[in-house]
């Protein structure tokens, strides 16, 4: 009888244990992810990625495939705001659209993860193609970027 009482209070418990450390273990791999992405970006280090035309979309690939998101869908928004030169700004932004794993609880920001890193640009001479944003996920928008 006693642990017909306790069980759901316990599954509650432990499930809602896991999704919360789903949700943390994203954050911290959308924190780290976007900035190794800037990182490689900064020093013109575009690693090859499939299906990716030019080195902008090399390094939005890139930063996707750093964060590699466990509970939900990832977008990325790559840009140069002050153009490419040495010591201008590289931005790059990303979003994991997270459902928590399981959706038991509520998540902190509606599940959705957001990150953005600046760093200076070390290299001269433009990467191919045109900075690119993914589109945000439905009621986002990239205005914090």
């Given at each position: 009888m006693e642990f017909a009482l306790v069980t759901p209070i316990?599954?509650?418990?432990?499930?809602?244990?896991?999704?919360?450390?789903?949700?943390?273990?994203?954050?911290?791999?959308?924190?780290?992810?976007?900035?190794?992405?800037a990182r490689q970006g900064v020093v013109k280090n575009f690693p090859a990625c499939t299906g990716a035309a030019n080195d902008w979309a090399k390094l939005k690939c890139n930063t996707k495939s750093q964060i590699d998101a466990v509970?939900?869908?990832?977008?990325?928004?790559?840009?140069?705001p002050d153009g490419w030169a040495k010591g201008k700004r590289l931005v790059v932004c990303a979003m994991v659209d997270s459902e928590g794993?399981?959706?038991?609880?509520?998540?902190?920001?509606?599940?959705?993860?957001?990150?953005?890193?600046?760093?200076?640009?070390?290299?001269?001479?433009?990467?191919?193609?045109?900075?690119?944003?993914?589109?945000?996920?439905?009621?986002?928008?990239?205005?914090?970027?």
């Amino acid at each position: 009888m006693e642990f017909a009482l306790v069980t759901p209070i316990l599954f509650l418990l432990v499930f809602g244990i896991i999704q919360y450390g789903l949700y943390f273990y994203d954050a911290t791999g959308t924190r780290n992810g976007v900035r190794e992405a800037a990182r490689q970006g900064v020093v013109k280090n575009f690693p090859a990625c499939t299906g990716a035309a030019n080195d902008w979309a090399k390094l939005k690939c890139n930063t996707k495939s750093q964060i590699d998101a466990v509970t939900g869908d990832t977008y990325v928004k790559v840009s140069a705001p002050d153009g490419w030169a040495k010591g201008k700004r590289l931005v790059v932004c990303a979003m994991v659209d997270s459902e928590g794993g399981m959706g038991l609880l509520p998540m902190p920001n509606d599940g959705v993860i957001r990150s953005k890193t600046q760093m200076s640009i070390e290299v001269d001479g433009a990467p191919s193609g045109s900075a690119s944003a993914d589109t945000a996920p439905t009621g986002q928008d990239w205005s914090w970027c």
